[in-house]
């Protein structure tokens, strides 16, 4: 038997993905930049291999799931790993979301970077950030960034083999230690179009993309400066803009893709009310493939943004994370405790 136990968590990106070059290797059209989260937003996963199973298996959440459909392009990184070890035998995947209950996050990023650390391990090959994250990035794109901690940038290459994307670490988990990520959750359910499809239309027909594109391109150099300098202003200012300019396509897509909601909308306004009210920027909210919005701040305005949060009706559930640390290795019984 060959067995390890890993956990990683989410990232949230603050210069976002939104389109593949090429869908197979999962190729970027532009580079990304986000934070990897603590331990709030964790996936734990313990992979086994052994003769004694009769067939490939993968447990989510405590429940099997159909390997022949769904999520199949997610556990990818497995077969390639399986060819690299040159160990063909068939796989138990144990995965669990130890995420807050309710919260409306199904990430993929947490659970592939977890699974490709957990299987290279369990297969005794001793990989780089740099291989873990190609093979993250061929499961699901946002998970390339998670196999690392703090904060972090995808390159989006340009060979055509993909072996030039792949994510670096730009600064460590403790940089920026004042900096959270609070969670406004205004909805449960799971989203009605998938990243991946949303994507791939967004790509399709937005006449807006490719200025995003263009756009993005000067604000890369100018975000990882505001973030080596702790420079909060600037990073909140343009990690709003960059979510809008994400959300501005998405609506431009035919047909329209809207994640944004009502709830999504009063938080928006909330934070430019405080960010007015205080006569400077304390607070920059991001939203990723749903409506749940993440206010980045620091620890000093985290009180105040919660007591705002608390009084919208739209908000059901509100969570505090750090930048985290990044996959860990753990005991392998931990994870049926
Ligand atoms: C809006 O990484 O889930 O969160 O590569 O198709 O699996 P696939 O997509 P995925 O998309 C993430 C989109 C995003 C932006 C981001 O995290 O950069």
């Known amino acids: ?34 934070f990897t989260m603590d331990d709030n937003l964790q ?50 995947i144990v995965s669990k979301n130890c995420f807050p209950t309710g919260a409306g996050f199904a990430s993929s990023a947490s659970g592939v970077a977890a699974l490709v650390c957990a299987t290279s391990k369990a297969l005794n090959l001793t990989l780089s950030g740099k291989e873990l994250s190609m093979l993250a ?26 072996t030039d994307s792949f994510a670096q670490q730009i600064a460590p988990h403790d940089h920026w230690p004042e900096l959270r990520n609070v969670i406004a959750v205004v909805e449960t359910e799971e ?21 995003r594109l263009q756009y993005l391109e ?29 959300h501005a ?11 944004l909601s009502d709830g999504s909308r009063e938080v928006i306004y909330m934070v430019e009310d405080l960010n007015a009210e205080l006569g400077k920027t304390v607070a920059g909210y991001t939203f990723d493939a749903g409506p749940n919005a993440h206010i980045y701040t620091t620890e000093e305005y985290e009180s105040v943004i919660k ?24 005991s392998d019984e931990a994870q049926f405790l």
């Not at 990035?137 to 993909?162: I, M």
């Open 249 to 259: 396509s998405m609506l431009d897509t035919w047909p329209p893709i809207m994640y």
């Open 137 to 162: 990035r061929q499961g699901s794109g946002s998970a390339s960034r998670s196999v690392y901690g703090g904060f972090v940038e995808w390159l989006k290459g340009d060979l055509e083999d993909g």
């Open 43 to 92: 996936t734990i996963t313990t992979v086994m291999f052994s003769e004694k199973f009769s067939q490939d298996e993968l447990w989510l959440n405590g429940k099997k799931m159909d390997l022949q459909k769904g999520k199949k392009s997610h556990v990818l990184p497995v077969d390639l790993l399986r060819k690299k070890a040159d160990i063909d035998l068939p796989v138990r």
């Open 191 to 211: 989203k009605k179009v998938s990243s991946r499809h949303g994507m791939k239309t967004t790509t399709l027909t937005s006449a807006l993309y490719e200025k």
């Open 307 to 330: 007591e705002r949060l608390e009084k919208i009706a739209h908000v059901k559930n509100i969570e505090v994370c750090k930048v985290g640390q990044g996959p860990q290795q753990i």
């Open 1 to 34: 038997m060959y067995i390890a136990t890993y956990t990683a968590s989410a990232n949230i990106a603050v210069v976002k993905y939104w389109g593949k070059r090429n869908e197979e290797l999962i190729l970027p059209y532009n580079n990304s930049l986000s």
């Open 218 to 246: 000067g604000v890369i150099p100018k975000m990882k400066e505001a973030v080596l300098q702790k420079d909060f202003a600037t990073f909140a200012e343009l990690t709003m803009r960059e979510s809008n300019s994400m």
